[in-house]
């Protein structure tokens, strides 16, 4: 009973770290990597440029990552997830789009033919009862207030980013 | 011997000091009175002249219309003072409705409902945090493969079915949300139209709230084709940041708006359904790069909800 149980752990634990070592990512700078996941908590090193990483979980904008040296916890933004290379063929647009995501491995892929041109755009014509449609589902300040407490969700107070040199 | 002598000095000190006191209090007293007769004088006029100012933002508020009643102004020159003053709310938002029914005109709504109410009351929510809660704020879900997002000046701003269906949470959609309402409160398309002259131009009529209005079509060119031109970079990074703030704001993780730019930065530069996006928009990796550039350590102890429960999936 033991014994199965420590195997059943084992698979579990086997087949758990399979699901997520599929999820890759590249440093796309040099970043401390973190004990935990805050920007004051003890540095365990630095990431390397274009250094491939583990992504294991995620926190708030922090992603817990294994590579071969340690485990530790960087800034979301320092990482670019996923296992495709960018613009390779033309013709693997749908299969780079599929690639997955930082923290979910989820598989997303757009299917059909309707697109949204700069022609068509030109061309446009007013469409009076689309617009009266789309007012109709106007909601108050209040309606929304109310959908946020709801959740809950509570407004906080917080300042403008001042732009980046 | 000391000791006395310092009691003898100290008792002296005090004999005169206390009717040098006593004697001050009167004339502290008549002092302190006509300060105060100066003080409701000063008064008196501060409240004069709020009430003049009053009336000069009242005269400036109305309507130029209703001024060239009252002025011996020409319409002329009330077209040039609108191209450096900007157009009024009225103006923006007949502009933004004319954009929209265009845009509609191209992709109608997705035939759901639920979907479009619930969009709305994120949208609402995140626009509620801005600094212009008051638009007559609008959300809709486009029936488009392409990914892509649009805002009009006024508060109407549509999310195709294509880069909705690729949002996880509420926080993404909020993120989503945010970069267009941050489009709109910066007034950044408007700009755009007003650089282009044509605004004053036409700007007499653009108050007329009707249907199809063709002096709005005349400022805003051929259908919807202004939302098929690019900002420039410095306004599409604005709106970056300013979504991160504004989600933040409303209670969501500030990071809806980075991982939908992480997801689409795997989709190639040359596919179809994101062509337009990535012609109008700087790359994925550089908005992620000033993001996190000007996110700095901000977000660091902020948590927020991400909502994948209530997030309303499409089928």
């Known amino acids: 009973m033991f014994k199965l149980k420590i195997s059943l752990t084992v698979l579990c634990y086997l087949l758990i770290s399979g699901a997520l070592a599929s999820e890759f990512g590249v440093a796309l700078k040099v970043d401390d990597i973190r004990a935990q996941p805050f920007g004051d908590a003890k540095s365990l090193g630095k990431l390397t440029l274009n250094e491939k990483v583990t992504i294991l979980n995620r926190q708030g904008g922090w992603l817990q990552i294994k590579r071969t040296k340690n485990t530790g916890w960087v800034r979301m933004l320092s990482i670019r997830s996923g296992n495709v290379a960018k613009k390779s063929n033309p013709a693997n647009g749908l299969l780079s789009l599929a690639s997955g995501r930082a923290g979910t491995g989820k598989i997303v892929a757009t299917t059909g033919i309707r697109g949204l041109s700069e022609e068509e755009l030109r061309s446009a014509t007013f469409n009076l009862q689309q617009l009266t449609l789309v007012e109709s589902y106007g909601v108050s300040a209040t309606q929304a207030q109310q959908f946020a407490s709801e959740a809950p969700l509570r407004a906080r107070q917080f300042d403008y980013l001042p732009v980046p040199k | ?238 709106a970056d940041s300013i979504s991160v703030v504004l989600v933040t704001r409303a209670g969501y993780d500030a990071y809806g708006l980075p991982s939908v730019l992480q997801l689409i930065d795997h989709s190639a530069n040359d596919e179809n359904a994101v062509a337009l996006l990535f012609k109008t928009h700087p790359l994925p990796e550089e908005r992620l790069d000033k993001l996190s550039q000007s996110m700095g350590e901000r977000f660091d102890r902020i948590q927020g909800e991400t909502l994948a429960q209530r997030f309303y999936r499409l089928k």
Request: aromatic residues 4%; glycine residues 8%.
């Open chain 2, 1 to 238: 011997m000391n000791i006395i002598n310092r009691l003898a000095i100290l008792c002296a000190t005090l004999s005169i000091v206390a009717p040098a006191v006593a004697f001050d209090f009167g004339a502290l007293q008549s002092q302190v009175q006509q300060h105060q007769q100066e003080l409701q004088q000063a008064q008196r006029k501060i409240e004069e002249e709020q009430q003049r100012i009053r009336l000069q933002q009242q005269q400036l508020h109305q309507e130029p219309t209703q001024l060239i009643q009252q002025l011996p102004v020409s319409p002329a020159a009330i077209g040039v003072i609108k191209d450096v003053a900007g157009p009024t709310q009225t103006e923006e938002i007949a502009l933004g409705r004319q954009i929209a029914g265009n845009l509609l005109g191209a992709a109608a709504l997705v035939n759901d409902a639920p979907l479009q109410r619930y969009v709305n009351k994120v949208g609402r929510w995140v626009a509620n945090q801005s600094e212009r809660p008051d638009l007559p704020w609008h959300f809709g879900v486009i029936d488009s493969t392409d990914l892509n997002a649009f805002a009009m000046p006024g508060g109407y701003i549509f999310v195709t079915k294509g880069l909705y269906k690729l949002l996880q949470n509420e926080s993404e959609l909020a993120g989503v949300l945010g970069h267009e309402i941050g489009h709109v409160i910066r007034k950044h398309h408007l700009k755009i139209l007003q650089q282009s002259k044509l605004l004053a131009a036409g700007s007499q009529t653009l108050t007329q709230q009707v249907g199809n209005n063709e002096a709005v079509q005349k400022v805003i060119g051929s259908g919807a084709e202004i939302m098929s031109r690019a900002l420039d970079k410095g306004a599409e990074f604005e």
